[in-house]
């Protein structure tokens, strides 16, 4: 099974169909040519956040610490946690291991080792479901076993130049003195080099993402097409998603951008100052009505649509307007805030905005050392 249909590329892969090849990226027609008994899913992102979120809720009845790396990753300190909860640090792990797939019915691996470094090999040394401790006497027996492109951190770049110097695995990169990692090597890998000798370097960041200078939303879909109202429909719909997400940070956009690309991989984009910031779809989308029909051409079969706020600033910080837009934004800003609640307690798209449902799909459906990390 794949996910990505709606997007056109493969951007998730069961373990089944890791075994046939299939990786991240791979065309989704290519998979359809070579593995027709492979399933393909869309993706279903909001569905990711939602049970991404429980999870790490999960994390931190044991932890206090806990930095939310990717959708589906996190690093929690747990040092000193075995005293007071009574349990050593592989139980707490089992524990969480345990929650997680009664509570969610997902299965996770974990890995506990005294660096966040380490932690990474430890969590990718046994898939699926694993569980797997490095302890800083052990460290070396799994780094030897390690190559050196598999390091979190170590690129491709860094790692063919590691190569062509006899470093091939993680414990031929532990075992350079720090003179030579400091002569031939920039901090952040000084870095890592500490963490796999099992003195940690890297803290775990528990503070949320709270400042972004942009957002951006968009999505490939099939089959391709030419089709005006349609196309509105997915700007107005990444709009309202992209608005969504600003309103949530308590920020506006100063400009907006919205583009398509076509069949064959061009793309056609337009960018433009808004008279007033605001985070309501309405002050917007009808923008994004006019600069289609700049952007779009008869018989140009296009295939994904996207939409970016740019400038972002705090909410309380812009001024309004000489003509009452930001008055009027601010109206339609309130009505939104009152929808976001809804959508909190009965689910995504409860209401939406009347263009973002004119593609004719039923908007309902949608509906649905001496710390330790692991």
């Known amino acids: ?94 524990r969480i291991k345990k929650e997680i797939n009664e509570e969610l019915d997902l299965s996770i691996s974990v890995g506990v080792a005294p660096t966040k470094s380490l932690a990474k090999v430890a969590s990718k040394w046994v898939k699926p479901n694993g569980l797997t401790v ?11 076993r390690t190559p050196i492109e598999k390091i979190w951190g170590i690129g491709n770049q860094t790692s063919i130049f590691l190569k062509k110097r006899g470093i091939k695995t993680a414990v031929d990169f532990a075992c350079k003195k720090r003179e030579w990692v400091e002569e031939n090597l920039s901090k952040p890998y000084k870095a890592i080099w500490y963490e796999l000798n099992a003195i940690p370097i890297m803290e775990v960041d528990p503070l949320p993402k709270l400042l972004y200078s942009s957002i951006q939303k968009t999505q490939t879909f099939r089959p391709p097409s030419n089709d005006k109202i349609f196309l509105l429909s997915q700007l107005s ?27 064959d991989f061009r793309y056609v984009s337009r960018s433009l100052h808004l008279a007033c910031a605001t985070n309501a779809p309405e002050a917007i989308i009808p923008l994004a009505h006019i600069e289609l029909e700049k952007m779009h051409v008869k018989d140009v079969l296009y295939r994904t649509a996207g939409v970016g706020l740019h400038g972002l600033v705090p909410g309380k910080a812009y001024q309004g307007d000489l003509f009452g837009g930001t008055a009027k934004a601010g109206k339609f800003e309130e009505i939104h805030k009152r929808m976001d609640v809804l959508e909190k307690k009965w689910g995504r798209k409860m209401v939406w905005v009347g263009s973002s449902g004119s593609d004719g799909n039923d908007k309902m459906s949608e509906m649905k050392g001496d710390k330790l990390f692991l």
């Open 1 to 94: 099974m794949v996910t990505g249909q709606d997007r056109g590329i493969v951007t998730a892969v069961s373990y089944s169909a890791k075994a046939l090849g299939i990786t991240r990226g791979l065309p989704i027609f290519r998979v359809k040519r070579d593995y027709p008994n492979v399933i393909i899913l869309p993706g279903d992102y909001p569905s990711y956040v939602h049970y991404s979120g429980l999870m790490f809720d999960i994390v931190r009845r044991y932890a206090d610490d806990v930095e939310e790396y990717s959708i589906d990753e996190c690093f929690a300190d747990i040092t000193g946690l075995d005293k007071p909860l009574k349990m050593t640090y592989r139980e707490i792990a089992e």
């Open 134 to 144: 490095i302890e800083k006497e052990t460290a070396h027996n799994f780094l030897e």
């Open 237 to 263: 719909g990444h709009i309202e998603d992209a608005c969504a997400k600003a309103r949530r940070y308590d920020l506006v956009p100063k400009s907006i951008s919205f583009f398509l690309k076509t069949q």
